[in-house]
Nanobody, 112 residues
């Protein structure tokens, strides 16, 4: 069983930055996909940035050039550096592992 714990969310003004962390425990294999999704009120959950099974990365068009996903395999931790934040980035951000396990989510609120 895999457990994912997110941290780093909060309230920030537009143009600001936040760094999210996701610490994974359990049977973790770096070959599996891992990354970040988000869900805003009244909207469907959407992919933000992930490491795919091939080891590459994928980003939503809306965050390209502003967000960066990184990982520390030794710590089983994935990060999401979010810069130039916009009010439309406001959402609950979820960590995902192997498209099967999800964290509890961390709230990111960007004020205008």
């Amino acid at each position: 069983q895999v457990q994912l714990v997110e941290s780093g969310g909060g309230l920030v003004q537009a143009g600001g930055s936040l760094r999210l962390s996701c610490a994974a425990s359990g049977r973790i294999f770096s070959v599996n996909a891992m990354g970040w999704y988000r869900q805003a009120p009244g909207k469907q959950r959407e992919m933000v940035a992930i490491f795919n099974r091939g080891g590459g990365t994928a980003y939503a068009d809306s965050v390209k050039g502003r967000f960066t996903i990184s990982r520390d395999n030794g710590k089983n931790t994935v990060y999401l550096q979010m810069n130039s934040l916009k009010p439309e980035d406001t959402a609950v951000y979820y960590c995902m592992y192997a498209f099967a396990s999800w964290g509890q989510g961390t709230q990111v609120t960007v004020s205008s």
